[in-house]
């Protein structure tokens, strides 16, 4: 956050009732929460710290804090190194703590701007440090001038730092809420870099503010190095009148050193423990956590510096390797990503296997209504491309052809062109019949092959594509009844067969033998069945022609209404004379008149017994018999 900005959160926004603080402590990290007390408590109190080896592995813990457990406070301060900032010391009266909260904190941003303006807003700050409570302080401006981001980020170990503070005042801090009010603080860093030790002190006296001062030396030299430790912690003690705490034996690395306790002067902190070298290692973090409890809006802004500019979280890729660097954090990313790497495949294949399930199960159960008209319109369809009217579509071959011609075989099949063989008088004829088939409704593409014959006859063969079988004779029923009647009468070719694959739209009854040539008698027998159960018929001329003709031709169009005299009787001898065709022309002469109205049940009964005869003459005569 800017500076502006600390201070206003410092003087306006509600204190967090929990903190944790962590410093570097020789080669660990120390850890400290503190929280408000309560009724009855000390102001602080501590409610749990451990140490953590920067390599990530917890160290001693206290007061319940678990192995890895990150620590559950409200705000995260960490401790800079002392080579990364400097402080310069400002003038007594400097800053006036009294001041309205927006006032000071103009007042601190112009002071940290004017003495510092080459740092960034973020990593500046000015403010009031106390040893003591009560205390006029001492006024000054901390620059964070140096990175040293390995170190800072070590600090990241247990959670994401808010806000940082700087070392002497976290050392500050740490003699205030401890009761050391007079005495010297030392935080004695190793060389970072290129060799160069740093000292941060902080002294006071009796009555006096304290004193910051950052100092550095080679560190190169360990005797070297002990020697400038000591002239410096000397010199400060000598000029505040304190007597100058004593260093420890072995390395100065990463040391705290700090005069023990003024006696009589109790700690501002419930739970502080009497073991020894307590305050040593968890000093500096116990200042940092203490500085985010306690600190008014003079002193806040000292433990407010942050990482990056505010409103901006770095690379995304730099701040996931931080946050990464942590081995309890890296451990659960690794878990998650395998898990992941596991489930996700699964719910893939899960997510495929409900989509066709859903799809193979389809819209469900069908409306029976519509199920059943759909199922009919289906028949219906069915039945138009499949079942001809055959009667009618015969009817409509006799009603075209012209006169003259003999038709001795009709070959009607579905999906199949119509074929046509006979003779006719001309060439002529052929193709005027051919000519009628192509303009016709129900037909279209009629060809025709006509050969001359040594008789003065042409016999021919006649294709046509049936289109529209069901427009055939769609215009008067009294004239299909006359066409097939009459064709039926006229029935007198010398070996025609009329065959056909396709399928009566009559229930059975057809004009034509439904499954292919069978023997003559059968096919000379339907031949002169008709169709009385069709529709209403479409057009064509009349066909017809008496029983000398010698062959099946179409029916003059005013053809009488009255109906015909009966056949005269014809014996048993002269039955037998016929030849196949005469029989056959008999048959269906007498077989058409017994079932003609008006006639009394004598005469129809002679009629089918003469009926009966000529068909089992035709029989022999097929079999062996005369042709």
Not at 43 to 53: A, D, G, H, Q, W
Not at 100 to 118: D, K, N, V
Not at 391 to 399: D, F, M, P, Y
Not at 565 to 593: G, H, N, V, W, Y
């Amino acid at each position: 956050m800017t500076q502006s900005n600390a201070n206003k959160t410092a003087g306006t926004v509600k204190r967090p009732t929990k903190a944790a603080g962590i410093a570097r402590a020789g080669e660990k990290l120390a850890l400290v929460v503190l929280r408000l007390g309560k009724a009855g408590e000390q102001p602080l109190v501590i409610e749990s710290f451990r140490t953590i080896e920067v390599s990530g592995k917890t160290g001693a813990a206290g007061r319940g804090a678990g192995k890895g457990e990150s620590p559950a406070g409200d705000l995260i301060v960490g401790v800079l190194p002392g080579a990364s900032c400097t402080w310069r010391s400002l003038p007594t009266g400097s800053i006036d703590p009294e001041a309205p909260p927006e006032a000071l904190s103009g007042a601190l941003a112009l002071l940290s701007e004017a003495h510092a303006g080459t740092v960034p807003p973020h990593r500046r700050a000015a403010g009031l440090v106390r040893t003591s409570e009560g205390s006029a302080g001492a006024a000054g401006v901390a620059s964070w001038v140096q990175d040293h981001a390995d170190r800072v980020a070590t600090l990241d170990a247990v959670g994401e730092v808010n806000s940082y503070i700087p070392a002497q005042v976290a050392l500050a801090w740490a003699m205030r809420v401890t009761g050391r009010a007079s005495g010297i603080g030392a935080w004695i860093e190793g060389p970072i870099g290129h060799g160069a030790g740093t000292i941060v002190l902080c002294a006071t006296g009796e009555e006096q503010n304290p004193v910051l001062r950052v100092l550095r030396d080679d560190a190169g030299d360990e005797a070297a190095w002990r020697t400038s430790v000591r002239e410096a912690m000397l010199d400060t003690a000598e000029s505040l009148g304190v007597q100058a705490p004593s260093l420890p034996d072995g390395a100065l690395r990463d040391v705290l050193v700090v005069s023990p306790a003024r006696s009589g002067v109790s700690p501002i902190v419930g739970g502080i423990p009497a073991q020894s070298g307590w305050i040593e290692t968890y000093a500096l973090a116990l200042g940092a956590a203490a500085a985010a409890l306690k600190a008014d809006a003079s002193e806040a802004p000292l433990h407010a510096m942050t990482f990056d500019p505010p409103g901006s979280k770095g690379n995304p890729f730099e701040r996931l390797i931080i946050w990464l660097a942590t081995p309890a954090r890296c451990a659960a990313a690794i878990i998650i990503l395998l898990v992941i790497a596991v489930l996700v495949p699964l719910w893939a294949a899960y997510a495929r296997w409900s989509i066709i399930e859903h799809k193979a199960q389809g819209p469900g159960a069908p409306d029976p209504a519509l199920f059943t008209t759909a199922r009919e319109a289906d028949a219906y369809a069915f039945q138009l491309q499949r079942r001809w009217p055959m009667s009618k579509v015969l009817a409509e071959i006799v009603g075209t052809a012209p006169k003259g011609v003999q038709i001795e075989s009709v070959t009607l099949d579905v999906n199949k062109p119509l074929q046509i063989t006979g003779t006719a008088d001309t060439i002529e004829t052929v193709t005027e019949w051919r000519a009628k088939l192509g303009t016709s409704v129900v037909f279209e593409d009629a060809k025709a092959t006509p050969n001359n014959t040594a008789q003065g006859t042409v016999r021919f063969e006649l294709t046509a594509k049936v289109a529209k079988p069901a427009f055939a004779m769609n215009a008067d029923a009294a004239t299909l009844a006359k066409v097939n009647k009459t064709a039926a009468e006229s029935a007198t070719t010398a070996s025609g067969e009329t065959t056909s694959t396709g399928r009566n739209s009559n229930s059975g009854r057809n004009n034509t033998n439904q499954t292919g040539r069978r023997n003559s008698n059968n096919n000379e027998s339907n031949r002169g069945r008709t169709d009385r159960n069709t529709s209403p018929p479409g057009g064509g001329g009349g066909g017809g022609g008496g029983n000398g003709g010698g062959g099946m031709t179409p029916a003059p169009a005013e053809t009488t209404k009255t109906a015909a005299a009966p056949p005269s009787p014809i014996s048993d001898e002269q039955i037998a004379k016929l030849d196949r065709t005469s029989a056959m022309r008999e048959f269906t002469t007498r077989r058409a008149a017994s079932q003609q109205p008006g006639l009394d049940e004598s005469t129809k009964q002679r009629l089918r017994d003469e009926a009966a005869k000529c068909q089992q003459r035709m029989r022999e005569a097929s079999s062996g018999g005369q042709s």
